[in-house]
């Protein structure tokens, strides 16, 4: 309903049109009326009219000066002015002012309803220009963060030539110029390392994202679920090692002591060739391995790192580093990692220790039972049977007897856990099904309300809105929002077909708050309005 007000300072015309128009039946809801324009201005404020009616002749402030200040205040709002035959100089100046329309004293029902029915459709027309451009705007800034994903994607692989980066580059206005680069690779995660939903997750993310943004020496793009990839810029003062270091402070302080939200910072190693931020990546990537070893809330350096790496002498028994194979490092890895990051761990563990520790058979059987018990654990609280685990290994052709070598030792490790992420997978994905069936049973249950919202339906099962969404696009082969829009516009079809609910009441019932809205997007997915399809329909 649009919200129409009425100025006239003759009360006997004012009652006249305020009662015997029926202002339902045009879609307007009559909100107030006023003797003058001094009284209107200030109901007028705050009522916030879509339409106003006013006399241009009237005491105490007139409907001119009444249209200047409204066209000020509220320039959304649309005027009409009843003016008589006499008074065609001030018909021109309302028109300058902005007033949309006019109609000659005394005004006849006819002349009334035409106007009230060009009104609404100037207000529906530019609504639904509105709308579209809300949704083109949120489109291009989706796709963008699509295609920006992608370039970097493309970028990490090596494949592109410094003029080709600079021209993709410009197409998306950043600017690559500087001095030096480093890369960081930046994850939040909850305690459990699972995909759950956590208000604090959210809240978080958010927080990080902008601060990301807002920083001119950082080129932020979106990696994975709660994750970033950042480019750091070097400029005269500072050097993009010491930016970067800047940043894993900052970002530590703004995370630390956050419940059961922890993280995890990779730092690359720093660059002066834009060709060559890929092995900043690199390093940064491997640090980013690191973090199964170096437990939660870490800022890992990638120098640090290969300092570490090159000190690594032979070691003794008394000097074996056991905290990189114990349960819980190897129990986080397969909680949250990937197949892509094994040989990194595998890598970790042996040289954590020492070349000379890891030539005896008895050590390399203490790494492997150490791990198999952690992966035993791990499968049976996941779900997993025992004997899924063997049959892997077995098809593979592995035994134990691969132990006889350090490098068939660290093939059947890296294998074993291979095998247990395939398995962990798979009863996730078993799992995400269930999530997912019960998702859409709530969707069916709530599309009616309002507040519906990918958040509120991750939340019913219990994942992160960025992970339901996720996995709700890969099942379903379309987005939340496009499932929930199929949901509501065949209820809508039915309620225009089987009901006389008007299209507005329609509009209500299904979930949008705007019926222009509806009515946009209903002709976008089949091509007419709501009238023309009921009366299509009935026909």
Known sequence: ????????????????????????????????????????????????????????????????????????????????????????????????IGVIDYLLKPVTSESLSETLVKVRGMIEEEQEYKAYQHLYRRDMAELRDLKLQKFFENWMTGSKKVYELLDIASQFAISLNASSYVVIRFQLYLDDDSEGYSDELERLYGTVDAALASNENLLVFKQGLQGWAVIVKGNEALSAATLARQTGVQLKELLDGNGTVHYVIAVGTQTVRLQDITKSYNSASRAYAYRYVAGRDAVIYADELKIQEESRGELDLQKVDVSRINSVAVEQFLRSGNADAVPMLVSDIFDSIGAQNIQSFMMRQYIIMNVTFSVSAFLDRVGVDQTSLARLLDDAGFRTSDLSTVAGTMQYLGRLLECALELRDLASNNRYDYSIEKACEYISTHFASEDISLNSVAKSVNLSPAHFSSIFSRNMGKTFTEYLTEIRMERARELLLFSTKRSSEVAYEIGFRDPHYFSYVFKKMYGCSPREFRSTGKE
């Not at 003759?10 to 307007?28: C, F, L, M, P, T």
């Not at 002015?81 to 309302?94: H, K, R, Y």
């Open 1 to 96: 309903m649009l919200k129409i007000f009425f100025v006239e300072d003759d009360a006997a015309i004012r009652e006249s049109i305020k009662r015997n128009v029926k202002w339902n039946q045009y879609g307007y809801e009559f909100i107030g009326d006023a003797a003058d324009g001094e009284l209107a201005y200030t109901e007028i404020k705050k009522l916030v009219p879509d339409v106003i009616i006013t006399d241009l002749k009237m005491p105490f402030m007139d409907g001119l000066e009444l249209s200047r200040l409204v066209r000020k205040e509220l320039p959304a709002t649309k005027i009409v002015v009843l003016t008589g035959l006499n008074d065609f100089e001030s018909v021109q100046e309302a028109l300058r």
